[in-house]
């Protein structure tokens, strides 16, 4: 296993972390098949991965409990003997965030369900613009510092699915020593994006990737069009999406979910050539050609500066239309419908349109929007 420093912390993390939202289940996502979940972590444990990612609602039947994740961590860890040998992190439910009382409460219970004192790394769960200033006012840096302080916690940090530049507001609005974004080959323009990484980067941030197979589209449903450009390799398209995001030296570990035993075993195997610009020129123009590839798919060329917006009816355009780009490109209409619902707020929806058309008159590509949004709407709402 290689390893790489975390950030300005000095810890010395596997660039390969396991993912702890996607472990094998017993027909449902809430009952975790212990024993071949075990199997996995003790292999992987054994060749080297340190750094274990869980949440509070990993494997919960609703994102408003706590899901059982967590639990079987805290009792794999316990069982084994195994706690002082990980890096432990977790997340706390910003969304469930309603007094202040609740995140001293989430946190005590959370080591609860870990059996552990002290939690490595606690990072603040899926921060969006639009709980940012609430969470700001319950004091939540405050709260950081102070379970820092007392011990609870030895490292603090947040995910972010936003864009870059909420991402790098939140950056520099405390000292973080983590952060984990998004990214993968196909989401360099997207979300944080190319930017975000490097600006977290540039500050001595650590920075952990999540869904580097976009949720395991990027293994399961290659185009043809990608598949024939990787026509004469060995590699899996998995391989080439961890190469790929391993040649970047701004990225630290790399979580992936797997589960099931091969999976393990591929990744662990391609992690022992994961070192930075590792890439042959030729690799490296293999896997442009390969998102030219993919962008050729997308339907509207819109460059999301931002023009069209506010929308009066509070359309979230530029997002509209990316999510509209992605159904194109992926062949997976359920992943990119579940990000739609899940990142916007109804206001924010293509249904919400009057078609008043300002937006098109503020348009820098000059796109029928209207049209377009019409096309979300069928597309992703229907
Ligand atoms: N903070 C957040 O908001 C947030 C959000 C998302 C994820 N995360 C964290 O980041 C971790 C990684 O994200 P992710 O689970 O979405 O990662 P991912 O690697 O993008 O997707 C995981 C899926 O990829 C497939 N896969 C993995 N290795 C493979 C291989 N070698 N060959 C073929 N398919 C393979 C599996 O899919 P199938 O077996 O299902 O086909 C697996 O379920 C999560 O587990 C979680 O801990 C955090």
């Not at 979940?37 to 706590?66: C, F, M, R």
């Not at 998004?182 to 869904?211: C, F, H, P, S, W």
């Not at 690799?283 to 460059?303: G, H, L, P």
Request: hydrophobic fraction near 35%; charge should be negative; glycine fraction near 6%.
């Amino acid at each position: 296993m290689l390893y790489r420093e975390l950030g300005s912390t000095g810890e010395k993390v596997s660039i390969l972390g396991f993912g702890c939202m996607r472990l094998p289940v017993k027909g449902r996502y809430d009952k975790i098949d212990e024993k071949k979940a075990s199997k996995l972590l003790d292999h992987a444990l054994k060749n080297g991965v340190n750094y274990l990612d869980t949440a509070y609602p990993y494997h919960g039947i609703s994102n408003s409990e706590g899901g059982n994740s967590e639990v079987f961590l805290g009792e794999y860890l316990y069982q084994r003997d195994e706690r002082s040998q990980v890096y432990l992190a977790t997340k706390i439910p910003t969304w469930l965030l309603k007094e202040p009382e609740d995140m001293d409460r989430f946190l005590d219970e959370q080591l609860k369900r870990l059996q552990t004192d002290q939690i490595d790394f606690y990072l603040l769960h899926s921060l969006k613009e639009k709980n940012w200033f609430h969470l700001e006012d319950l004091g939540i840096l405050e709260f950081l510092d102070s379970a820092v302080a007392d011990g609870r916690i030895k490292y603090t940090g947040f995910s972010c699915h936003d864009e870059t530049a909420f991402f790098k507001e939140v950056v520099n609005s405390y000292q973080w020593d983590v952060c984990q974004l998004q990214y993968n080959y196909l989401d360099e323009q997207i979300q944080v994006g190319k930017e975000g990484l490097e600006y977290a980067a540039e500050r001595g941030i650590g920075t952990l990737i999540m869904e580097p197979l976009k949720g395991g589209v990027l293994a399961r449903q290659v185009p043809f069009e990608v598949a024939k450009l990787w026509e004469g390799s060995d590699w899996t398209p998995a391989e080439w999406a961890f190469r790929y995001l391993w040649n970047i030296p701004q990225i630290d570990v790399v979580l992936s979910g797997m589960n099931t035993m091969e999976q393990l075993l591929e990744n662990l195997k391609t992690a022992e050539k994961g070192w930075p610009d590792s890439l042959s020129p030729w690799e490296n123009e293999v896997m442009e050609q390969v998102k030219q590839a993919y962008k050729d798919k997308i339907t509207v060329e819109c460059s999301a500066c931002g023009y069209c917006m506010p929308c009066p009816s509070g359309i979230n355009i530029p997002q509209c239309l990316s999510y509209l780009n992605q159904a194109a490109m992926l062949n997976d209409i359920t992943n990119v419908r579940g990000q739609y619902y899940f990142m916007l707020k109804d206001t924010e929806h293509a249904s919400n349109c009057l078609e008043c058309g300002l937006c098109e008159e503020m348009c820098s590509q000059r796109l029928p929007i209207r049209e377009k949004l019409k096309e979300v709407k069928k597309t992703l709402e229907e």
